[in-house]
């Protein structure tokens, strides 16, 4: 079958975020993919690179919509009403939802409102997803914490987990010195991006990481190309971290 890899993300220039709101119906025979979050998730063009991932494995259609903004929690989400506004469609498979570390003070309003849009995500025949992220890397005492907070949304919505934040440290565990940082300590670098993608990939699709693509350009222009080694010690952190977690919240 051929991919349809049609990433529908709106870049906003003046503040570097996306929202997207395309008006065609949903492809029944698609994987379909919404994003919500902020500049964590549009940083390196994850949702681009998820697509494009899948598309050169060739697992069938994908499709990939993203509603992110600087700054933006699930709770200003709801509020801003434009991810909700996408759950109308009927069709998404999953909804990848994400605000910042949320390691403590983040927590109540992450764990309330992925219980929330766990209502019309159902309703949209979906399944939520806590894309769990990382903390800035001068609180690295924090790992734990922001862990346990999206596990935490991930039970309180009856979704999936998806532990990219941990995926960075088992890459850790194998090479200190990998880039996953950009320079300012918080968001990811390209290879962060694509780390968390190959999570993403086959915490959703159930394709392991071992043997993705490290060679891809998404539809928004994004290219990364990550040397064999290196590529391949990350796909073995992304396919170790999916295994040890993939108990939380149950198959996809």
Not at 160 to 177: K, N, S, T, V, Y
Request: charged residues 20%.
């Amino acid at each position: 079958m051929k991919l349809m890899s049609h990433l529908m993300v709106m870049a906003l220039a003046a503040c570097g975020g996306g929202s997207a709101t395309p008006q065609e119906p949903l492809d029944p025979d698609a994987l379909n993919i919404l994003f919500v979050g902020n500049s964590l998730t549009y940083a390196n063009d994850l949702p681009g690179m998820v697509a494009a991932l899948v598309d050169s494995a060739g697992l069938g259609p994908v499709v990939v919509a993203s509603v992110a903004f600087p700054d933006f929690g699930l709770q200003d989400h709801w509020a801003q009403g434009d991810a909700r506004r996408q759950l109308e469609r009927q069709g998404w498979d999953f909804v990848v939802m994400q605000q910042g570390p949320s390691a403590t003070e983040g927590r109540p309003s992450l764990l309330e409102y992925a219980e929330r849009f766990a209502v019309p995500i159902r309703a949209a025949h979906g399944v939520p997803a806590l894309y769990m992220v990382w903390p800035a890397s001068t609180r690295s005492f924090d790992w734990d914490g922001v862990r346990d907070s999206y596990q935490m949304a991930a039970d309180r919505a009856g979704g999936i987990f998806l532990p990219a934040g941990e995926a960075w440290r088992a890459a850790w565990e194998r090479d200190a010195g990998l880039a996953l940082y950009s320079a300012d300590g918080f968001h990811p670098s390209p290879l962060g991006t694509y780390l968390a993608a190959l999570v993403v990939v086959e915490r959703l699709t159930g394709r392991s990481a071992l043997g993705l693509a490290r060679e891809i350009r998404t539809r928004e222009g994004t290219r990364i190309s990550v040397p064999a080694g290196a590529a391949l010690l990350l796909q073995e952190a992304a396919h170790e971290v999916v295994a040890r977690y993939a108990a939380t919240g149950g198959p996809p």
